[in-house]
Structures are given as structure tokens and as C-alpha cells.
């Protein structure tokens, strides 16, 4: 089960404060200043812990972001009740087959994950859903969405399109949350078409009010 690749702030950081603002218009990717005027779509950056749900062909596997991570119990018991049960696990069956390696990957959130995640839900847990590898394929919005709609999960929100710069000044002013009235952790963006670099890697990026 792969774990999710990590997503680079869009500016770099600045080494003189030990890292904690950013040097703004200084990208931390040629890719993306190469790409920051052309559309790129925005979703919510949710605060929480990060999960993966695989499936192998023959049974739901659960993970945290690293294989060594410990998910807290109590997710632990939402996500199985989520995945794990017998007419979900059918579900997989159906959905997938014999394919193995699919990995969902979303973010665990909601009381007691991360120090706000009381304001997403107050007495309770849950998952969203934010993308979808079965392989080497990443799967596009409309694929991840149709999954989250399988098996009725949320999934992170579209809160617009843009150039970079404008995804910097939503998240610099910050906006409500589509959790609630509070102000969103972030944005994560991504072209409007899947990209990878010459590495390989995604073109994917993101920000947060808080380096603000």
C-alpha cells in the first residue's frame, strides 16, 4: 500500500526565521511558475490525519500515512464501520473485482484529530475522500467523486479555479469552511489536467492561512 506523496507549498520557506514564512513569489517548483497563470482547480485543505483504505483483490486494508503511524482507536472504529463490513467489503467486490492494488486516500477528521477538529464535527469522526490510485493511475475528479458516491463518503469540495496567485490570496484572507463557520485550514490545487514532472512526480501544491 503506497503511501501518499507529499504535497510542496507553492513558495518556498524562508531559512532565516527557521522556516516559518514564506519567501512569496519565490515558487518551491519551476513547474510552478511555469504553470502559476494558467487554470488551476482549488479544493479544501482539511485539518486532519491523513488515512489509506486499499483494497487487494480480496480484502479492505486500512493505514495511516506512513505504516508505522497509529490511527486513534476511535477512527479506527468509524472507518471500519465505513469499509469493513460485510456489505461494503461486497462493495469493493463489485467495484473492483480482483484488481489490486486501489488505494482510496482521505483525510480522517473531527473530534479530537488535530487541535481544530472539533469545529468539523463536534462529538464524532469521519472520512473524506480527496483521491483514488488503482495502479500507477491517478483517477480524475469526476472518477474520485463517482467512488465517493459508491460508497456514500464525502469527499473534499471544489472551492473554485484560478491562477496561483489568486489561490495565495484566497487562503491569505481566508475563507469559511464548507465544514462550518470557521476558517478553512487551506487550499490544495492542481491543473486542470493531471501533470508530472520530469521526475515523475505530481504537479500538485498547496497553502495554508496559517503561513499567513
Partial sequence: MNQYHKIQTVYLRDPDNNYKTLLEGQFSEPEFEYLKDLTWIFTEKVDGTNIRVAWDGKEVILGGKTNSAQIPVFLVKKLQDLFMVPENIKKFKEKFGEEGEVCLYGEGFGAKIQKGGGNYIKDDVSFTLFDVKIGEIWLKREDVEDIAKY??????????????????????????????????EGIVARPRVELKNRMGRRVITKIKHKDF
Avoid: D, H
Fill in 151 to 184: 460508497f456514500n463518503i464525502p469527499i473534499v469540495p471544489v472551492i473554485g479555479e484560478g491562477t496561483l496567485s489568486e489561490m495565495v490570496e484566497m487562503a491569505r484572507l481566508g475563507f469559511e469552511s464548507r465544514w462550518g463557520p470557521f476558517t478553512a
